[in-house]
């Protein structure tokens, strides 16, 4: 099983960015999935989740109104889309399968003028 990030990068602040997790040999249209953030220093902490059909997503409190997080289980895949970044928000993203042990590696997202 894998789980393989892309869609980080260093952006201004206001900027948008879009993540993605794509999924390997695991159907991942069976899981709720989620998103969680750790910055240098810091313990990792949860951003965004999202149940199996995807109707009922919920945030952590300071990204709330800026990111969604979204699926496409035709394409095994799951979204983070990231609107008025902040620097605070900087940090290497994870996806993580809930009620599993399976993450994904990360991708690094800067948020710096």
């Known amino acids: 099983v894998q789980l393989v990030e892309s869609g980080g990068g260093t952006v201004q602040p206001g900027g948008s960015l879009r993540l993605t997790c794509v999924g390997s040999?695991?159907?991942?249209?069976?899981?709720?999935v989620s998103w969680y953030r750790q910055a240098p220093g810091k313990e990792r902490e949860f951003v965004a989740g999202?149940?199996?059909?995807?109707?009922?997503?919920n945030y952590e409190d300071s990204v709330k109104g800026r990111f969604a997080i979204s699926r496409d289980n035709n394409k095994n895949a799951v979204y983070l889309q990231m609107n008025s970044l902040k620097p605070d928000d900087t940090a290497v993203y994870y996806c993580?399968?809930?009620?599993?042990?399976?993450w994904g590696q990360g991708t690094q997202v800067t948020v710096s003028s």
């Open positions: 993580h399968v809930l009620t599993t042990t399976y």
């Open positions: 999202l149940d199996r059909s995807g109707d009922s997503a």
């Open positions: 040999r695991l159907l991942m249209s069976w899981y709720a």
